[in-house]
């Protein structure tokens, strides 16, 4: 690369980066820092996970580690019937850890389920600036949603099930989706369509609900409108809502985890 590339690259990151500022960066990182740190808490000794949703993925992971990976671990001679990325990696996971499945199920949550806030951020910023960033992920996190357990709204949670997994890889589609309205690259569309296909084998409702905001009329009409951040929330929201749950007031599960409930 040529010094003049290099420098221009430089330049180029730290306009980014004057734009985002150091300030919300760091209270996202700080909040979001902070639920982890209460969700690794809340789960670190776990050895059992909690609901019904976990005893049907662990089954499915253990039939891919007893090398049966698409039958059903249930009925004889039947097909998988769920989609297989969660189970899949937890599958891989405890062959490359050693780590029991029930243990690995009980505790990946935390890590694994990063990905959502760190992109809700990247997005809310985008959409709106890095202020309505900093204020919509403190909502995300921390607003009190009423009695909803982790698993039914949108928000960061330790719990490792497929509607939590999932939910990072959607609000990261919608990311590269706005970028697509406004590019007619084959790479990018490209990568829509990886992004959904992978979305698709986390969880499908989320992955219809992209598929279908693709396939708006305004969008067979012209890339204009859907360019617009807040044509893109408007549709985004009610999506968001229909992925994660009845209720988009979203963290209580973090707020439970931090006041030690």
Partial sequence: MSMEGSTTGRSGIRKILGGIGSTPVLLAIFMITLAFNAGVRRSYDLTWPPYMDHARDASFAQSILDGHYGEDPLYTGESMWFTP????????????????????????????NLLAPIVFFLLAWRWFGSSVAVVALAAYLFVLPGQEPGWAVATYSPLFLAMNFAQGLFLLMLLVLFRAFRSVSWVVWAAVGIGAGLLFLSHAAPAILIVQYDRHPHHQQGHRRLADPRSCAGRAIPALRGCCGRNLHPGQPAVDLVRGR
Avoid: C, I, N, S
């Fill in 85 to 112: 990325m969660v189970f899949t990696l937890e599958a891989y996971a405890v062959e490359f850890t050693g780590v029991d499945l029930q243990v690995l199920q009980a505790r990946a949550g935390a890590f694994w």
